[in-house]
């Protein structure tokens, strides 16, 4: 059996990245971690050069402090 090579298309990779489905997926994902550190962190979501990123902010002093203190809104991503 010869060699497969795969080559992609990267134009397309590029375009589905930037899509609005990868921006509602980014959303979804945020939102998730969001809701498990309560209230105080505001969700957002926007379009880089390369990709689309989500992100999520402490917005009050005791998230801000929670966050400093104990990693709140890394440990919220990372946790299933």
């Known amino acids: 059996m010869g060699k497969v090579k795969i080559v992609l298309d990267r134009k ?3 375009q589905m990245l930037r899509s ?3 921006e509602n997926i980014c959303r979804e994902f945020a939102d998730k971690a969001a809701q498990r550190l309560g209230d105080g962190y ?9 990709r689309v990123n989500a992100s999520i902010k402490a917005v009050t002093y005791k998230a801000r402090k929670e966050t400093k203190q104990d990693n709140a809104i890394l440990k ?4 299933k």
């Open 12 to 14: 397309a990779v590029r």
């Open 20 to 22: 609005k489905e990868a």
């Open 42 to 50: 505001e969700v957002s979501t926007y379009s880089g050069k390369k």
């Open 76 to 79: 919220a991503v990372l946790r």
